[in-house]
């Protein structure tokens, strides 16, 4: 980004936004809205609209989308709650700082995580891990980052963090036994037990969906696939308790940046919208942006389960996150949840999800995508691509 693209990304997140704080009244937003030369039909442009379509103090969020039929997985509907207007106003200018810093392409940016504080506190900070010079973030931000926390991590390059390169899981499995698929007896198979690629093993995810085609997919992580190149074709299979092993199809579709396969099933056996665990849940549907968030506020673990570690749960620790560690690109939309120890080779694949408050002991809602987990010094978490991620750059949706 240019220094004046920078400038107009600064200047368009400090004028207008400054001016409508927590308190203000629709009247009031109103005027500010047409004294700035704005129509108020402009207001979803600038990500407002919720502020007039609510009472004064509260606004509401979409925090995921879910089945209207457990049993059609097209029949996704919103759901909503309130949220303080301060808390909202807050990790919404945190989205925004943490929008300019990715956009920013800063030398020694490594990535960045929003992390909302709690409703009472009515706050949000940004954490920040950068090599080199810290004073250059802040001095980009400047003023757009007045009243968000900035939590900046320094990394010398002699902690290995400029020399990482492919992604990795986690350290050696061990003496650990995978979980394997007990009974596929039905035709179908569930998330969270251990799936075979021609170089190695991964966890396969619950079905995942493509609204556009109706098509439902196996899925796991891509990095299991230790092929250079277009892997399109390759063969993804199934372990059982039973030494049987079964074919599960091939790569319909490679993601390398979102490191996800979707798999087209080869008929001997089918996705199904289930994570295996001692008493199988639904998955019902996927959190938001702002689900995630609010999971966050009330300081709502994430779980998972997956083939070498089993079931784990952890705290989130930040959404949104952007990760530039590894490869030559950076990887948006992430979650960072648990510790570096709830994800180990093999576990990859697996998702992180929180149960559905409405059907807290039969169904779940997802979270993300288990890619991998630290290994640079001072850093302990699983992160992964966000379900909302997915759906708004690919399309799926589980």
Known sequence: MSEKDTENVVHRL???????????????????????????????????????????????????????????????????????????????????????????????????????????????????????????????????????????????????????????????????????????????????????????????????????????????????????GDITGEGLRLPTETEESFDLGTVRYDHPVEDLVAVEPAGQLDPINQIDTSSPFSVRGQYTRWGLADLLARGEPLEKVGAMTGHTTGKIQGIDAVTCFTDDFCRHGQIRWGGEMDLIDGDSGSVSYHPDPQDPDESVLIAGFNNARTWWPGQSYVWGVSAYQMTNTLGYHF
């Open 14 to 228: 400090s004028t207008l936004r400054e001016r409508l704080h927590a308190g203000m009244d629709r009247r009031e937003f109103i005027r500010t809205l047409v004294s700035a030369g704005y129509a108020v039909g402009m207001a979803h442009l600038l990500g407002v609209e919720d502020f007039l379509a609510t009472d004064d103090g509260d606004v509401p969020i979409v925090t995921a989308l879910v089945r209207e039929d457990i049993d059609d997985p097209y029949s996704l509907e919103e759901r909503t709650r309130t949220v303080p207007a301060e808390w909202y106003a807050a990790v919404e200018k945190a989205f925004e700082v943490n929008d300019v810093l990715a956009e920013s392409r800063l030398m020694g940016y490594l990535g960045s995580a929003v992390v909302p504080g709690d409703y009472r506190s009515g706050t949000a900070s940004v954490s920040i891990g950068v090599t080199g010079d810290s004073s250059l973030v802040r001095d980009v931000l400047g003023t757009v980052a007045d009243g968000i926390g900035l939590d900046i991590e320094r990394f010398d390059d002699d902690e290995g963090i400029d020399s990482i390169g492919d992604i990795e899981s986690g350290p050696d499995t061990g003496e650990r036994q995978p979980r394997l698929a007990s009974d596929v007896t039905g035709g179908t198979v569930p998330g969270g037990v251990a799936c075979e690629t021609s170089s190695s093993m991964a966890t396969l995810g619950p079905a995942l969906y493509d609204p556009n085609s109706e098509t439902e997919f196996f899925v796991t992580a891509e990095h299991a696939f230790e092929v250079n």
